[in-house]
């Protein structure tokens, strides 16, 4: 003879578990971990330890390592990458900064992307409604590579709402992060050898960092105002 207490608890469970898993569910939790990041950030300015507060016994290659680590969590955490990539230069130099930052940059937009794919992905779909937006998720599942590429190279997106975007859309991680490392190189070196020559602002080094960073922003908002017309053609 069958318990009929075991039914409705088991039932309930169910209910619960399937609440609890979905889709809206998930993305209440992504909004809850980005408020509580950005809260922090706010609160303690992790950004500002990086600069001035390195802990002295730790040098080397495990001080860029940590640094990159760092750097990964805190660009997830919305603190700004032009910062960080200062940073990176003043403590490391050109070469070593570079490397932290790029690795850093990656391992934020991973640890974004992630979130956004795994927590909001299935909530959000359905909302990618009108012109614009279908067409970008359209240029983004069909050509992810050269689209996250362009965004990269030309910063005219903020950089987590490009890591969410592409989460939402159909792109696979491989031509994310690809396209994050590659098309992040030049922008991110700009600003590290801003960070190591800031001593010397006369120096050339730092005068042509500064200059390619003000041609690229240039660039940026010419190829988003190019893209916005194709959007809007595109259907």
Partial sequence: MLDPVTRPQAGLAVRCSRALLSPWSRLSLLLVVLASAAVTVVLYEPQRLLAAGWPPQVGGAGAVVLFALAYGLCTAAFVPRPILNLAAGALFGSQAGLAAAVAGTVLGAGIAFTLGRLLGQDALRPLVRGRWLEAADGQLSRHGFRSMLAIRLFPGVP??????????????????????????????????????????????AFLFAMGFIVLSGLGGAVVAWCKRHRLRDSR
Avoid at 162 to 191: D, E, K, Q
């Fill in 159 to 204: 950089f987590a709402a490009a890591n969410y975007c592409a989460a939402v859309s159909r792109m696979g991680y491989a031509p994310f992060l690809l396209a994050t490392g590659l098309g992040s190189i030049p922008n991110t070196a700009a600003y590290v050898v801003a960070g190591s020559e800031a001593a010397s602002p006369t120096s050339p």
